[in-house]
């Protein structure tokens, strides 16, 4: 778990969003929020984030479904809704939280986040990577 570990410390310590680390190598962090920041992990590393750790500020179902797509190893949020929770058991990831929520919110916490209401319905990780880069590109 050294990974998560640095990643973690990482994302306490930076003013950043989302920190990516393997083997002891810092692979990707960001300032980017919403999904926009793990959606251009992908782009940028693609194969090579299989067995990396993730500290992310914010992670719900569509997050989840990202990590399992990428085949990451262990997860740490600051915050965790309880449907990315299920997600990470079910695909056997690794994850620890701070904070844990029925659900993801919207910026303006008036609704759910955009993300999360398009990842609601999904199950299949491929499918929901291509559906939220689309929704993220409109």
Same mark, same amino acid.
């Given at each position: 778990?050294? #990974?998560? +570990?640095?990643?973690k410390n990482r994302l306490q310590s930076k003013d950043v969003t989302l920190v990516i680390v393997k083997n002891g190598e810092m692979?990707?962090?960001? +300032?980017e929020h919403k999904i926009k920041g793990f959606l251009g992990a992908?782009?940028?590393?693609?194969?090579?984030l299989e067995g990396s750790s993730i500290a992310d500020r914010v992670v719900g179902k569509a997050i989840a479904?990202?990590?399992v797509y990428s085949k990451v190893y262990s997860v740490y949020a600051a915050v965790l809704s309880k449907e990315a929770k299920r997600i990470l058991e079910k695909y056997?990831?690794?994850?620890?939280w701070s904070i844990i929520v029925e659900e993801i919110l919207?910026? +303006?916490k008036n609704r759910a986040c955009p993300f999360e209401m398009k990842a609601r319905n999904m199950? #299949?990780?491929?499918?929901?990577?291509?559906?939220?880069?689309r929704l993220l590109n409109n």
């Open positions: 778990m050294l #990974d998560l +570990e640095i990643a692979l990707f962090e960001t +300032e992908i782009e940028k590393l693609g194969k090579s479904l990202l990590c056997q990831i690794s994850h620890e919207n910026l +303006e199950s #299949d990780p491929k499918k929901t990577y291509f559906e939220l880069k």
